[in-house]
């Protein structure tokens, strides 16, 4: 019960740093990189594409924890054999 209230919380945060990364990266069209011509959005993609996957990967935990008991995780692999 404490892990599926943690990967909440957790959802949560990165479904607040993904929108926040998303309006980096708009912000980004502003601004040139110093070093060479590319809008610095290109760079700053890296962060919701980023939080992005981290949002799949805290749902795949999450169903994970509801749907799967720990005792079937644990003997599916000795079953494969």
Request: aromatic share 14%.
């Amino acid at each position: 019960m404490i892990r599926v209230l943690l990967l909440l919380l957790a959802f949560a945060v990165l479904v607040q740093l993904f929108t926040v990364a998303l309006e980096f990266f708009d912000r980004g069209f502003r601004t040139r990189a110093a070093s060479f011509p590319l809008k610095r959005a290109w760079i700053y993609l890296a962060m919701p594409v980023c939080f992005g996957t981290m949002l799949l990967a805290n749902l795949e935990m999450f169903l994970k924890a509801l749907f799967i008991k720990e005792e079937d995780a644990v003997a599916a692999p000795a079953e494969e054999r």
